[in-house]
Each structure stands twice: as C-alpha cells, then as structure tokens.
C-alpha cells in the first residue's frame, strides 16, 4: 500500500511536466511561425488610352468623316431639305431647229462633248431651202459688188455720172447686207455646208444625260434630241418657312449634305421674295463648289440664319461619343485621334451644340466616329 502511495504522486508530477513541456512548446511554435501577409489592396484599374492611331488608308476604308470645327450660333442655324438642280448654264436641251429625218447620231448617253461639238444630223428640207436662200443671196452680192468696181471705173475716167455710181454703191451694200442676213439665218438653223441637214450642236461642255435621239426618226423643231449638263455647274434649292426666310439674308454661310453623310460648305445666293402657291414656302438657292453632287439629288442643308441661341461650335450629333459618363470628340492629329471631353449644350436636328472643349481649326471625326470609340475600348481590355 505504501508503495502505491508513493508512485501515485511520482506520476502525476510527470503527467504534470508533460503537459508544461507541451505547453511551451506550442508557446515556441507560436513564436517562430511568421504571421501571413496582409492582404494588399486590389491594383487600381488603368484608364484606356487617350490616342488612337488610325493612318489616313484606314480613313477611307473606314468611311469615317472629318468635320472643321468653326465657331457657329445653334439658335441661328436652320435646317431643311433641298435637292440638287442644275444652275443657269449649266444644263442644254438640244432640238432638232427644223423637221427633219435623223441621219448622224454621233453620241451616245454618258460620253463626254465640248461646247460647240457637232452630236447629230438631221436631214431636212427646211435646210435645203434655208442653204437656197442663202446662196441665192451671196450670188446677187458678187454681182453687186463686181457692177460696184466698174461702175467706179467709169465713174473715175468720166464715161458715166456720180449718181450712178451712188446708185451703185446702195445696191451693192443692200445686196451685202441681204447676204449677210442670209447667212445669219443658215447660221441660226444649223444649216450644214452641204445644205441639206442641220446639225445639232452643244452650247455647253459637260455629259449627255439623256438621248432620245434615234436614228431614222422624223423629228419636229422643238423634239428634245439630247440634254446636257455640266456637272460643275450646279445649284442647291432649299425650300423654308416663311419665318426662316426671314431669317437668312444673302451671303449667309452653310452646309450641304448628301445621302452619304459628306458635307459640303456652301454660300447663300438668294432668298425669293415670294412664297411657292403649292408649298406656301420660300426657296433659298445655295452656291456650292467643288462638291460630288448630281442634278436631282436630295440633300440636307444647315443655313445660318440671324437669330440668337448661344456662341459655340456645331458638330454633328454622331461626332459626340459617351466614354466614361462623359461626353467625348475625337480629334484629330498627326496619325491619330485624341478624346477630347467635351460640354454639349444642346442637341437639334441630329446637330449638337459643344460649348467648352473645342477650338476653332481643329477637325473632329464625325461619320463613323463610333469605330474609334470601339478600338479605345478594345485596347483598354487588352491592357
């Protein structure tokens, strides 16, 4: 029993040790473990560029519009429709001046003629009786003119009188004034050397729109054998309101734009004083130049007119782009775009007024300018 006391202490004196070993070695291994790293706050996310490079080759393979910006008044700007009709001149109906047969055609739709150059033939009896008249008239002027020299002869050696010398003369400038006005006439007709057609002549350079020439045909004077119309010389007509009207005055700057979205600066020329019976509406005619427009188009035309609606700049409303929450125009520069934030203060019309960001000079993109948006936002993804 003794000895079983004895032990009992001797063990609960290891089991104790054990457990302060225990103990402080947990106490050591809390010491020496290193604590692990704090977590470090996420990177913050890179903004995207603010340059795209785009080469001009992409321009037109893009189809993306550039736009000069220039100073312009929202309120005063004026938007309508209009076409694209040929100016004075710069359209010729062609007509056969007497009836006739068409013999010669020598052009055809689409071909080019320069002004003076001969298109057709046209056989006519009208012509031989014109080309009649006319030789019969410059037959009777030689004879005046020969009886005229001798009657001077006499005259000055004495075998005959001064009045018939006078008299002579008289005939001789009547019969040079009949020949004259005889060959006016030919000259009128399109009479050909031959005498026997007239020929049909383009007073204009330019192309031939239409031919409705065909050979073989009896034609009357006044039947339209071709038409043609030089390109260059065309006009807009723009049809406004009473109260716009009022508004423009001559001279006043403005925009054309075609189908295809291409604008073209032009000028006012004129405001008619009346308005149009059937439209109750003014038409305003634009001078436009160096344009790709063709007679018949229909157009959009943006004109300043007099009033008031704030200073600042009018771009197209596809030129302003949302990038970030804000409002956005690309610029641009040697080989490539910039972003450049902008402040639109209104948007008419598919037009927008900028008022702060923008200088006068600078060309934005406008047409397409959503392209540029997406390869800024690409390449911010791919960073």
């Given at each position: 029993?003794a ?14 040790a ?18 692990p ?25 893009s ?5 000069t ?15 694209v ?11 056969a ?5 068409v013999m ?7 071909e080019?003629?320069?002004a ?7 056989e ?5 009786l014109?080309?009649?008249q ?20 006499l ?19 009547a ?10 006439a ?8 031959d ?29 339209e ?11 807009i007509?723009?049809?406004v ?14 925009t ?14 004129s405001?008619?004083?009346t ?17 790709a427009?063709v007679?018949?188009e ?9 009033a ?13 782009q949302?990038m970030?929450?804000r ?7 040697a ?8 402040v639109?203060a ?17 060309t ?14 690409k ?5």
């Open positions: 029993m000895i079983r006391s004895a032990a009992g202490p001797r063990n609960l004196l290891l089991g104790v054990a457990v302060a070993l225990l103990g402080a070695g947990f106490g050591l291994a809390k010491l020496t473990t290193k604590a790293p704090a977590p470090t706050a996420a990177p913050a996310a890179e903004t995207g560029p603010v340059e795209v490079k785009v080469e001009d080759a992409y321009l037109k393979v189809n993306i519009g550039l736009q910006v220039s100073a312009g008044d929202f309120g005063g700007q004026i938007q309508a429709s209009g076409s009709a040929a100016a004075p001149g710069g359209e010729a109906v062609l007509t001046h007497s009836a006739g047969t010669r055609v020598f052009k055809r739709i689409g080019p003629v320069r003076g150059e001969t298109l057709a033939l046209v006519s009896r009208d012509a031989a014109v080309a009649g006319r030789g019969a008239a410059e037959a009777r002027a030689a004879l005046a003119v020969s009886n005229l020299a001798r009657e001077k002869t005259f000055e050696q004495g075998v005959t009188s001064r009045q018939d010398f006078e008299t002579a003369r008289a005939q001789a400038d019969a040079r004034a009949e020949a004259a006005g005889a060959r006016a030919a000259g009128a007709a399109r009479v050909s050397n005498g026997r057609s007239v020929t049909v002549i383009s007073p204009i350079s330019g192309r031939i729109t239409a031919a409705p020439a065909v050979l073989g045909a009896f034609v009357q004077p006044e039947s054998l071709f038409r043609v119309a030089d390109a260059r010389a065309i006009q007509e723009v049809a309101s009473p109260q716009d009207a009022a508004q423009i005055s001559v001279g006043a700057a403005a054309v734009r075609n189908a295809a979205g291409s604008d073209f600066p032009a000028v006012v020329r405001v008619t004083p308005l149009n019976p059937e439209t109750r509406s003014a038409t305003v005619l634009l001078t436009v130049s160096g344009a427009l007679p018949g229909a157009v959009q035309a943006i004109i300043t007119g007099q008031s609606g704030g200073a600042g700049f009018i771009v197209p409303d596809e030129a302003i949302s970030g929450g409002d956005v125009v690309f610029v641009r520069t080989g490539a775009f910039g972003v450049r934030p902008v639109v209104k948007r008419s019309g598919g037009r927008a007024l900028v008022v702060s960001g923008l200088k006068a000079g600078e934005v993109a406008t047409r397409n300018a959503f392209l540029l948006k997406a390869e800024i936002v390449g911010g993804d791919e960073e």
